[in-house]
């Protein structure tokens, strides 16, 4: 049984007794407690079951490296799956349910699976499912998913805030234990910018619970004295409940704060993503404890000896009344005296090394304890708890020496440093093979933009293990960072701690050393994925040598976990099968996030309202309350339309079409790209910019142009205006302005710098109106201030002066074949000149028309939409736009790439009007159909449509498309294909359907 | 004429810091060449000012009520009260006659935010939505910078301690103010600056 002890506790309050439920149980456990101590305390050892076959498992660590006990956390909008027991701080009202399992954690259908495990060794999905084919999709994906699965998806919108927050500093240490404290303490006294952060919510990390004394006094005392002169120094910060998650690119470092998971009721944001910029980063993440294989190593109640340790003295919790001790290294005997130093019984330590311990041995040999040396677990007796083990020698195969009752096992194979953060981004390794582990390689250091060594990893994160060792190199780290960042360390002494000998770790990656087939099958090496040690040499025998493909051919470190527990392991196996040695298998890759965190911190505050920014034009609040029905245009919103009560989308669009070509439109087109190009060489780099002429335009006058990228396709298109001598106004699609403006600024930067030109984007400085149909001058012409009659302002030509009272630019042109002006005004006066304009308006029955009734009048003209007829393979040529190209000119932007063999071929499809036989509209994008099948047994094609449109002015449907040899076909009926397999027939027409002498835009 | 109106219209927010919409405000984008003395004179003529130092926003001399900032080697953007930026037109095309220079409105393309409260809180809500380095140290009164409002490109300065003015493009103005408005949340204190 586990249970509470009746004292001690070094992280509980007592005093406080917190409820909370556990797959609808209400259990109590005290304020201080993490889930799984308070699980443990309430005798609740089994916390879940395994991914693949579903066994019983229970709590296995006591930290970040938790791999078994995940649970699903809160409700509703506030239910997070796999979350780990042991990170999970407990609070009043906590809800959690255990995961993977049906109908119930106690009696789980899917445990099945562990009797069928002989069919589902390593690699099994790509063996037993290979045929027949149409069974993996219907069959077998939809059982495996079934069957095997961590926690479900939130169903509901998560109902808390996150946020980021950036800082930069120029020491950042990542870690809060002796050696993170010990680091940023030297750091801060040099004056150096000190972040130091620590995952869990206490400092001092593992040291506290270990013992010793440092600089004479005990630990605790020393942790907390340390702390409080670092919360005097202005230049530190030191945050709690945060960790480091990620190192990238030039000092660049993600920390992940947890600020609401122990108080979700609170206000506030739930997390914080930390942007950190940082000179230097202190890696002081220390080690974590390995399991041993042995059979049965997955049995609730085998935990690590660390972890038992912990649960002892931070919790005041015994997993159980009698513990064996299975260990390496002269660790796991801190786990021994711990336990009966609380009042346990430790009926024996089996040391595997023949040789034995050191000091911390005979500690526990004085206090009474049993110790085997040589000696090794042959298998864990017991199901859904542990209740006995059987005793081996750990030279042979397994042969049983002795059966003991126990309830615990604490298991320590050795520690593996934490050299996640140290490796992100770049950091290499060394085998320590003295050590038995992987530690950061110094000389081979993450490094920054200049080259130098951004990461120092310090204590045991970077092999240090025994408490003097850890300060002596943290003192160094943290002079080491602060250097680096040109501060000046003042000479002073490292705290000291006590030596004390070891005796040395003895590497055991299987126990026994010989076990049989039968043991290494239940022998787990990742807990999560449920990955043995016979399926790793499986992987191996079957040609998986790269340690890479032996982890993805078993799934070994896949899990959420990302093998914490399991890598090292894994790959001792890999290379023991290999019969090579662990350096030269190498580690698989360590990537961000050191653990999981969550999508909302990941996003921040980008939700809701500020999920992207919204441009909004001057007028966006007189659309939305004059029935907008909006449409995304780049991040701008524009009316797709104005609906009136009981008008459908289409019926509102006719309005507005019909409304304008009868009388007065007026459109909102402030989102038009609005680029000033200025200076002595404009009119020369416009001439390269355009495939026209622009350098000749007379001051005053306005002309159409585009503009090709530098393989020759149509990229944007629009007006230009000649402002004065040395000045052009370049009007772009509403989507362009931005990159055309980059585009322009691309080119003066990087390959005309000498030229003199500078370009400004003014989009936003002016609200734009079309004023457009047959009644447009007459508005105007009310509004005063202007001559803007036929004579005075023609058809392409622009004026600047007072309209009303307001200074306007008036730019008589036209994209809907009417009377049209465009008038821009500055942006602060655009509501004010919009509502004068609906006045005035109001007798010819002024509508604001939107995007659609644009679009439709444009196609019924005939003007191409960039974006509709052209998709970045369309050149101007296609589309009928010689004439828009200059012949004169020696060179434009894409000029030579128009020159090429495919862009002057004739077979290129060509632009024409459609006009479908009977009426109806044709489908956007639908293919011209032509004789026979490709190579594919595709149907052959011939064309296709570009734009298309039910015209109200001409009620019927036209269209325009690209078709081959399409302006020689005049007349013919050509037949596109719909969905549904049937086609309609279109007949290939001129593609301006309206008014094609353009006499309605000339009066 | 009618009143001009500011994409925010007065919008103001109480939270950790108070955020205001500063209405209208006069701006002109200048780019020319900065080291010559023909634009310093003319800068001066047209608004008494002087040009700023890299990442600087110089105020005014004398009773004129401008500030002129460093925006990229080439280009200041010239502060001012609405009204003026006519004149000031006129003034710099005169001063920079045969110059090759490019001088624009831009008062209505823009919306200014000032953010104002306890210095260490202003800082801190502009941290949590801009990269740049707001110490104390690094960020100081009369420092400029044109970087990144979250999703959104925007400018900033420190006028005095305990106040940021903020400028963003016209379009983005209700999402800059929002996204502060949420960074300023009464609960959200990181207590970083000190």
């Keep these: 049984m586990s249970t509470r002890l009746a004292t001690g506790g070094r992280l509980l309050n007592r005093g406080k007794q917190v409820t909370f439920r556990f797959n609808g149980k209400y259990l109590k456990g005290f304020e201080g407690d993490t889930l799984a101590s308070a699980l443990l305390a309430n005798d609740q050892m089994l916390m879940g079951r395994s991914f693949k076959y579903h066994r019983p498992r229970g709590v296995v660590a006591s930290g970040a490296e938790e791999p078994n006990a995940l649970v699903g956390l809160g409700k509703g909008a506030r239910f997070e799956p796999n979350q780990r027991a042991t990170t999970t701080d407990l609070f009043d009202g906590l809800q959690a349910e255990s995961q993977n399992h049906w109908p119930s954690l106690e009696y789980d259908i899917g445990a099945v699976n562990t009797y069928l495990s002989r069919f589902l060794p390593a690699?099994?999905?790509?063996?037993?499912?290979?045929?027949?084919?149409?069974?993996?999709?219907?069959?077998?994906?939809?059982?495996?998913?079934k069957s095997a699965g961590l926690g479900k998806a939130p169903t509901d919108a998560d109902a808390d805030s996150y946020e980021h927050f950036n800082a930069t500093v120029d020491v950042l240490v990542i870690g809060g234990g002796v050696a993170g404290l010990q680091a940023a303490l030297v750091a801060g006294r040099s004056g150096a910018q000190v972040i130091v952060m620590e995952q869990t919510a206490h400092w001092g990390g593992r040291a506290a619970v270990d013992g010793g004394t440092i600089d004479g006094q005990p630990v605790g005392a020393w942790i907390a004295t340390v702390v409080s002169e670092l919360e005097t120094m202005r230049n530190v910060t030191l945050r709690l409940r945060c960790m480091g998650a990620g190192v990238y690119d030039h000092g660049y470092v993600l920390a992940y704060e947890r600020l609401r998971d122990h108080a979700p009721e609170d206000d506030g944001p739930r997390h914080r993503l930390w942007r950190i910029r940082t000179s230097q980063i202190v890696t002081a993440t220390g080690a974590i404890e390995r399991p041993l294989s042995f059979a049965g190593n997955d049995i609730p109640g085998v935990m690590l000896a660390g972890a038992l340790r912990d649960y002892a003295v931070n919790w005041g919790?015994?997993?159980?009344?009698?513990?064996?001790?299975?260990?390496?290294?002269?660790?796991?005997?801190?786990?021994?005296i711990t336990l009966k130093g609380v009042g346990l019984s430790v009926p024996v330590i089996l040391d595997a090394r023949a040789t034995g311990g050191g000091a911390l041995a005979e500690e526990a040999r004085g206090l009474g304890i049993r110790v085997e040396n040589g000696k090794a677990i042959a298998k864990v007796k017991g199901g859904k708890r542990v209740t006995g083990v059987a005793i081996c020698a750990q030279a042979g195969e397994g042969a049983v020496l002795e059966d003991l009752a126990c309830d615990a096992v604490a298991m320590s194979g050795g520690w593996s440093p934490v050299v996640h953060l140290w490796s992100h981004c770049g950091g290499k390794l060394i085998w320590d093979a003295d050590q038995a582990m992987f530690r950061p390689d110094p000389n081979r250091a993450p490094t920054g933009a200049d080259g130098q060594a951004m990461v120092i990893a310090a204590g045991a994160a970077n092999g240090a293990l025994d408490l003097a060792a850890v300060l002596a190199d943290a003192h160094k780290a943290g002079e080491a960072a602060a250097t680096a960042t040109g501060r000046t360390v003042k000479a002073g002494e490292a705290s000291k701690a006590d030596d004390m000998a070891y005796a040395p770790i003895a590497p055991v990656w299987v126990m026994p050393q010989g076990a049989s087939y039968a043991l290494r099958s239940k022998s787990w090496l990742d807990f999560q994925n449920d990955v043995k040690v016979s399926d790793v040499q499986l992987a191996a025998q079957e040609g998986f040598t790269s340690v890479e493909h032996a982890k993805r051919y078993t799934t070994l470190g896949m899990a959420t976990d990302q093998g914490k527990l399991s890598n090292i392991n894994g790959l001792a196996t890999l290379a023991k099968s290999l019969n090579t040695d662990i350096p030269s298998v190498g580690t698989t890759t360590f990537r961000p996030p050191y653990t999981p965190i969550s999508m909302g911190a990941i996003a921040g505050e980008a939700r809701g309202r500020i999920f992207q920014p919204l441009r909004r034009t001057p007028l966006h609040d007189w659309h939305a309350e004059h029935g907008a029905y909006w449409e995304p245009v780049g991040h701008w919103r524009r009316p797709y339309c104005y609906q009136r009560a009981g008008e459908s989308i289409h019926d509102a669009v006719s309005r507005e079409v019909k409304q304008t070509r009868a009388s007065l439109g007026l459109l909102d087109a402030s989102t038009l790209g609005k680029l000033v190009v200025k200076g002595p060489d404009a009119g020369r780099f416009l001439d390269m910019l355009y495939t026209n002429m622009m350098s000749n335009l007379p001051v005053g006058k306005c002309r159409y142009g585009l503009m090709c990228s530098e393989n020759g396709f149509l990229m944007d298109d629009g007006v230009v205006a000649r402002m004065s001598n040395d000045t052009w106004l370049c009007h772009t699609t509403t989507g362009g302005a931005d990159r055309i403006h980059a585009h322009m600024e691309e080119w003066l930067q990087t390959e005309w710098w000498d030229w003199k030109v500078y370009v400004a984007n003014v989009t936003e400085q002016f609200a734009q109106f079309a004023v457009v149909g047959p009644n447009a001058r007459k508005v105007l012409e009310k509004?005063?201030?202007?001559?803007?009659?036929?004579?005075?302002?023609?058809?392409?030509?622009?004026?600047?002066?007072?309209?009303?009272?307001?200074?306007?630019?008036?730019?008589?042109?036209?994209?809907?074949?009417?009377?049209?002006?465009?008038?821009?005004?500055?942006?602060?006066?655009?509501?004010?000149?919009?509502?004068?304009?609906?006045?005035?308006?109001?007798?010819?029955?002024?509508?604001?028309?939107?995007?659609?009734?644009?679009h439709i009048m444009r196609a019924e003209k005939g003007f191409i939409m960039i974006g509709d007829e052209t998709d970045g393979t369309v050149i101007p040529q296609d589309l009928g736009l010689s004439w828009a190209i200059s012949k004169k000119k020696d060179d434009y932007i894409g000029k030579r790439g128009q020159q090429r063999s495919h862009m002057t071929d004739p077979n290129r499809w060509q632009l024409v009007g459609l006009e479908t036989v009977d009426g109806s509209t044709l489908p956007d994008g639908a293919y011209a159909l032509a004789d026979g099948t490709n190579a594919n047994g595709q149907r052959n094609t011939q064309g296709r449509v570009t734009s298309t449109y039910h015209s109200p002015t001409l009620e019927r449907g036209i269209a325009m498309g690209l078709v081959l040899n399409g302006p020689a076909r005049m007349g013919e009926v050509i037949e596109f294909g719909k969905t549904d397999g049937t086609s309609v027939k279109a007949r290939i027409v001129d593609q301006v359907f309206y008014d094609k002498s353009g006499e309605k835009q000339n009066v | 004429?009618?009143?001009?109106?500011?994409?925010?219209?007065?919008?103001?927010?109480?939270?950790?810091?108070?955020?205001?919409?500063?209405?209208?405000?006069?701006?002109?984008?200048?780019?020319?060449?900065?080291?010559?003395?023909?634009?310093?004179?003319?800068?001066?003529?047209?608004?008494g000012l002087a040009i700023p130092a890299l990442c600087r926003i110089e105020p005014a001399k004398g009773v004129c009520q401008g500030q002129s900032a460093w925006m990229s080697p080439d280009e200041l953007l010239l502060i001012m009260p609405y009204g003026q930026v006519g004149a000031a037109l006129i003034s710099l095309t005169a001063g920079l006659e045969g110059q090759h220079y490019l001088a624009q409105d831009v008062s209505d393309a823009r919306a200014l935010i000032s953010i104002s409260g306890p210095d260490a809180l202003v800082r801190e809500v502009m941290a949590k939505v801009t990269p740049a380095d707001l110490h104390p140290d690094r960020f100081k009164t009369g420092d400029f910078r044109r970087s990144r409002l979250a999703q959104a490109a925007g400018a900033f300065w420190m006028p005095e301690a305990g106040r940021i003015n903020v400028v963003c493009f016209r379009s983005v103005a209700t999402y800059v103010f929002d996204l502060l408005s949420a960074a300023a949340d009464p609960a959200s204190a990181v207590d970083y600056f000190r």
């Excluded at chain 1, 002066?801 to 306007?808: E, I, K, N, R, S």
């Excluded at chain 2, 994409?7 to 500063?22: H, I």
Aim: aromatic letters at 12%; a negative charge.
């Design chain 1, 317 to 336: 919790v015994s997993v159980g009344d009698r513990v064996v001790v299975a260990t390496n290294n002269d660790d796991a005997y801190r786990t021994a």
């Design chain 1, 783 to 854: 509004l005063g201030g202007m001559d803007v009659s036929k004579e005075t302002l023609p058809f392409m030509q622009w004026v600047e002066g007072t309209l009303g009272d307001l200074p306007a630019r008036v730019f008589r042109i036209s994209f809907s074949g009417e009377l049209s002006y465009e008038i821009a005004v500055p942006a602060s006066h655009g509501c004010a000149f919009w509502d004068r304009l609906m006045v005035e308006g109001a007798e010819f029955g002024a509508t604001a028309y939107g995007t659609e009734a644009l």
């Design chain 1, 123 to 145: 690699g099994f999905y790509y063996k037993m499912f290979l045929y027949p084919r149409a069974f993996w999709k219907h069959v077998y994906e939809p059982f495996i998913r």
């Design chain 2, 1 to 47: 004429m009618s009143d001009p109106v500011s994409a925010l219209n007065g919008a103001s927010f109480d939270g950790l810091v108070t955020l205001r919409d500063r209405g209208p405000m006069g701006m002109i984008t200048l780019r020319g060449d900065l080291g010559s003395g023909v634009m310093a004179k003319a800068v001066d003529k047209a608004l």
